[in-house]
């Protein structure tokens, strides 16, 4: 069954280059780019498969030269077969995680939204730490980082909250996993007798949702405009350019306040309202499916502590997979693209049990 969805995905590549090549539709640029952004999606499943034919066309060479009557070539088929066997066995695994149903929200912008926890101004801080570091991890993925909304602590430093919009190239994809709670274990400045305090600060990751995705009803939202104001209460400008909006039907409430422009702080006040709603209709629908289900693969569930930041021995912990990394420096300075991939291996082998379920 998987060899013939994948020849069915080889033809329709063969079937989109010739369109690809069509006047027509290279006279057309909104078809053309749907052609070539499908062409693209599966150009990685028809190379991985062509591969994989190749390697299965060599063991069937290998395995006949076995019963053969030349020796020296019996031989060489003894060597070579084994580790044909195996390269074919990893591209199979590979296939079957290529074929798995992608996540249509994968290629979306995220908001970024880091809150303290538990643990008063040591909290604060290490929201202004998490920050630092998922702006610098999108500096290396040449991803655009814009700050929608932050609420300094007004203590020690840091934030009680802070809100971000991250644009660029499969950004959801790469970031999806980092949703949950994140505990940082340190000795805090102000601590005199050494002693280590934990902390808790929570990470959501929610797509930036489209407005067909999310459809607002006007008569749900009650909007208030006020003074911003900068760190110490000082206003900032002297208009009313802050907004606030309440979605009447849950409570929700957005504030912006980043902006000079009353305009564009509702713009962005809006679009994160959308992305909530969203994020909390899918975990809804989700749960529905499988209540059964509680890793964040599907679920989205944030509740639980995903990952230790321990400060004394430069050590950072993710508990879902259990893997441990003692270059908490690195981490923190963006450094995170091993824990990434690991996270995402890990959930997409957990797809694949429950796929074959």
Same mark, same amino acid.
């Given at each position: 069954?998987?060899?013939?969805?994948?020849?069915?995905?080889?033809?329709?590549?063969?079937?989109?280059?010739?369109?690809?090549?069509?006047?027509?539709?290279?006279?057309?640029?909104?078809?053309?780019?749907?052609?070539?952004?499908?062409?693209?999606?599966?150009?990685?499943?028809?190379?991985?498969?062509?591969?994989?034919?190749?390697? /299965?066309?060599? %063991?069937?060479?290998?395995?006949?030269?076995?019963?053969?009557?030349?020796?020296?070539?019996?031989?060489?088929?003894?060597?070579?077969?084994?580790?044909?066997?195996?390269?074919?066995?990893?591209?199979?695994?590979? /296939?079957?995680?290529?074929?798995?149903?992608?996540?249509?929200?994968?290629?979306?912008?995220?908001?970024?939204? %880091?809150?303290?926890? @538990?643990?008063?101004?040591?909290?604060?801080?290490? !929201?202004?730490?998490?920050?630092?570091?998922?702006?610098?991890?999108?500096?290396?993925?040449?991803?655009?980082?814009?700050?929608?909304?932050?609420?300094?602590?007004?203590?020690?430093?840091?934030?009680?909250?802070?809100?971000?919009?991250?644009?660029?190239?499969?950004?959801?994809?790469?970031?999806?996993?980092?949703?949950?709670?994140?505990?940082?274990?340190?000795?805090?400045?102000?601590?005199?007798?050494?002693?280590?305090?934990?902390?808790?600060?929570?990470?959501? %990751?929610?797509?930036?949702?489209?407005?067909?995705?999310?459809?607002?009803?006007?008569?749900?939202?009650?909007?208030?405009?006020?003074?911003?104001?900068?760190?110490?209460?000082?206003?900032?400008?002297?208009?009313?350019?802050?907004? =606030? %909006?309440?979605?009447?039907?849950?409570?929700?409430? !957005?504030?912006?306040?980043?902006?000079?422009? #009353?305009?564009?702080?509702?713009?962005?006040?809006?679009?994160?309202?959308?992305? =909530?709603?969203?994020?909390?209709?899918?975990?809804?629908?989700?749960?529905?499916?499988? #209540?059964?289900?509680?890793?964040?693969?599907?679920?989205?569930?944030?509740?639980?502590?995903?990952? @230790?930041?321990?400060?004394?021995?430069?050590?950072?912990?993710?508990?879902?997979?259990?893997? @441990?990394?003692?270059?908490?420096?690195?981490?923190?300075?963006?450094?995170?693209?091993?824990?990434?991939?690991?996270?995402?291996?890990?959930?997409?082998?957990?797809?694949?049990?429950?796929?074959? =379920?």
């Amino acid at each position: 069954m998987m060899l013939e969805k994948l020849r069915e995905i080889e033809t329709r590549s063969r079937d989109l280059e010739q369109l690809l090549s069509d006047p027509e539709v290279v006279g057309n640029l909104g078809l053309y780019q749907k052609y070539a952004k499908e062409h693209a999606g599966i150009a990685p499943i028809v190379e991985t498969f062509r591969e994989y034919e190749e390697k /299965l066309r060599r %063991i069937a060479e290998d395995q006949s030269l076995l019963d053969g009557n030349d020796e020296e070539l019996r031989e060489i088929a003894k060597e070579e077969l084994p580790g044909l066997k195996n390269a074919a066995s990893l591209l199979e695994e590979k /296939l079957r995680v290529l074929l798995l149903p992608r996540d249509p929200r994968d290629e979306k912008n995220v908001f970024l939204e %880091i809150r303290a926890g @538990t643990g008063g101004d040591e909290a604060a801080l290490f !929201v202004e730490d998490l920050f630092r570091m998922y702006a610098r991890y999108a500096e290396a993925s040449g991803w655009k980082i814009e700050i929608v909304s932050s609420t300094p602590s007004g203590g020690m430093g840091g934030f009680k909250e802070i809100i971000a919009l991250v644009s660029g190239n499969g950004v959801y994809s790469r970031l999806k996993y980092e949703s949950g709670v994140h505990r940082v274990q340190r000795v805090p400045v102000t601590e005199a007798q050494g002693r280590i305090h934990t902390s808790a600060v929570t990470v959501a %990751i929610l797509p930036e949702a489209d407005d067909v995705e999310v459809e607002i009803n006007p008569n749900d939202l009650r909007i208030d405009v006020y003074h911003s104001s900068g760190h110490g209460g000082q206003s900032v400008n002297t208009t009313d350019s802050a907004v =606030r %909006i309440t979605y009447l039907p849950t409570g929700m409430v !957005v504030t912006c306040q980043d902006e000079k422009s #009353q305009l564009k702080n509702k713009n962005k006040a809006m679009k994160v309202l959308r992305a =909530r709603l969203l994020d909390e209709a899918v975990r809804k629908h989700n749960a529905e499916i499988s #209540q059964a289900r509680k890793s964040q693969v599907g679920s989205g569930d944030r509740s639980e502590r995903i990952r @230790t930041y321990n400060y004394p021995q430069s050590r950072v912990t993710d508990h879902r997979i259990g893997l @441990t990394s003692y270059n908490l420096e690195g981490f923190l300075d963006g450094d995170i693209q091993f824990m990434v991939d690991a996270l995402t291996t890990h959930f997409q082998a957990e797809a694949l049990k429950n796929a074959g =379920r």
